[in-house]
C-alpha cells in the first residue's frame, strides 16, 4: 500500500493553512482525513497524481471549503469552556465560598442604601474592576503569544476560545452601569440596591474564574484536551 511521504503530509499542512485554517488541532484533524481519503484512493490506483487528488477531496468540502468544519468544532469548544465556567461557579454555592458571596451582597447592598457615600465607594471599586479586567486581557494576550512562539507558530483551538471569551465576558464589566440607569427609574430603591449587589457580585466571580482560576488551569486543561502538547508552566 503507498503511503503519503512527510513532505506531503507537510503540504496537506500547508493547504489548510491557506484555507484559513489556523488552528493547529483542527488542522491536524483535517490532514489526517485527506490524508486517509488519497492514500485510500492510492489502494485503487497508485499512479494517481497527489496534487489532483488533494483538489478533489478538497471540492467535497463544499464551497465554503473548510470554514463549516472550524466553525463547529469551535462551537463544541466553546461548550467546553462554558461547561469549565459553570463547573467553577457552581463550587462558589458551596462553602465556605459561599459564605464570601453572601457577604459581598449584603456588603454592596450595606453601602448601595447609603446613597451618595454608598455609590461612590461602589462606583469606586467597580472602576477598579474595569481596570483589572483590562490589565488581565493584555496580560493573557502576552502570554498566549509567548506560548505559540515558543511552539513555533502552533496554534490551538481551546486556547483561542479561552482568549476570545475573556474579551466576551471582559464586556460584561459595563453591564452593572447598565443596568443601574434602568433598575433604579423601575425599582423602588431598596430593592434595587439588593439587585444590583447580586448583578455585581455575579460580575466579580464570573471575571474571577475567567481572569484567575481558568488562566491558572489553563496548562492542565490543555494537556488533557491535547496530550501531545508539552507546556511549560505559565
Avoid at 489548510?16 to 485527506?34: K, P, S
Avoid at 462551537?75 to 459553570?86: I, P, S
Avoid at 511552539?151 to 479561552?162: P, Q
Amino acid at each position: 500500500m503507498k503511503n503519503l511521504s512527510a513532505e506531503q503530509i507537510e503540504r496537506l499542512y500547508v493547504f489548510t493553512r491557506q484555507h484559513y485554517v489556523e488552528y493547529y488541532d483542527v488542522q491536524t484533524e483535517l490532514v489526517d482525513h485527506l490524508a486517509s481519503a488519497i492514500e485510500k484512493h492510492w489502494q485503487e490506483d497508485p499512479h494517481q497524481n497527489f496534487e489532483t487528488l488533494l483538489q478533489r477531496e478538497f471540492k467535497k468540502f463544499g464551497i465554503f471549503g473548510f470554514s463549516d468544519v472550524v466553525e463547529e468544532r469551535q462551537q463544541a469548544m466553546q461548550k467546553r469552556y462554558f461547561q469549565l465556567v459553570k463547573k467553577e461557579a457552581l463550587q462558589f454555592l458551596k462553602l465556605p465560598k459561599v459564605i464570601i458571596v453572601a457577604f459581598s451582597i449584603w456588603l454592596f447592598s450595606f453601602l448601595l442604601l447609603q446613597k451618595e457615600i454608598g455609590f461612590v465607594i461602589v462606583a469606586s471599586i467597580l472602576v477598579l474592576e474595569i481596570i483589572y479586567v483590562f490589565y488581565r486581557l493584555i496580560q493573557l494576550q502576552k502570554i498566549s503569544k509567548q506560548r505559540r512562539k515558543q511552539r513555533e507558530g502552533k496554534y490551538y483551538l481551546l486556547e483561542h476560545v479561552f482568549l476570545n471569551m475573556g474579551r466576551g465576558v471582559g464586556g460584561f464589566v459595563i453591564s452593572p452601569w447598565q443596568w443601574y440607569w434602568v433598575a433604579e427609574k423601575t425599582l423602588p430603591y431598596q430593592y434595587f440596591a439588593v439587585v444590583f449587589a447580586l448583578l455585581i457580585t455575579f460580575s466579580f466571580i464570573l471575571h474571577y474564574i475567567v481572569f484567575r482560576i481558568l488562566p491558572a488551569k489553563k496548562e492542565e486543561i490543555l494537556h488533557r484536551v491535547y496530550p501531545e502538547m508539552k507546556l511549560e508552566k505559565v
